[in-house]
């Protein structure tokens, strides 16, 4: 499977990798295992996509907040790789942060859109394993945060 194929396939455009704004790198290597740092949810024109889930958008909204952190997961990915994504064996696991109100119980459901993105682009090589939490707050009042771990050839 060519998962270049598949992002052109899907018309997919990736953001450009964000560099941190903070005291640690977006991706390392160890091994045979790629580290994502957590990418908040920012819309495609760039701005913060914020709110509680629950209370200033609904599941819907924070479905499509948690796959715009998946587009910037593969960016990130597509970056630490050199371009070459042909590098990536699997997607081994995704963590979700869901910035919701105290009722929501919904925050698997958020993370699908995060989790359905990896597999459309990846396959079979992007079944993970995942959390699903939700937190009181997130950095700059971000709706979702995903961080991920993927394994190299």
């Known amino acids: 499977m060519n998962f270049e194929e598949n992002i052109k396939k899907l018309n ?18 160890s091994g045979k295992m790629l580290f994502i740092s957590g990418q908040i949810s920012i ?3 760039g701005e913060l996509i914020k709110g509680k889930v629950g209370q200033d958008l609904d599941l819907y ?43 929501f119980i919904d925050q698997p459901k958020v993370i699908n859109g995060a989790s359905d993105l990896i597999v459309s682009v990846f396959g079979d090589s992007g079944m993970h394993t995942r959390a699903a939490v939700s937190t009181n707050s997130l950095p700059l009042g971000v709706a979702v945060e995903v961080d991920a771990i993927f394994e190299l050839k």
């Open 61 to 103: 909204d924070g479905y499509n907040a948690a796959k715009r952190c998946a587009l910037s997961i593969i960016s990130q990915v597509k970056k630490a790789c050199e371009n070459d994504l042909s590098k990536i064996k699997s997607c081994i696991k995704l963590t979700g942060f869901v910035n919701s109100s105290d009722d």
């Open 43 to 45: 819309s495609e024109n």
């Open 12 to 29: 997919i455009k990736l953001p450009q990798a964000k560099a941190p704004v903070g005291n640690y790198v977006a991706t390392k290597i």
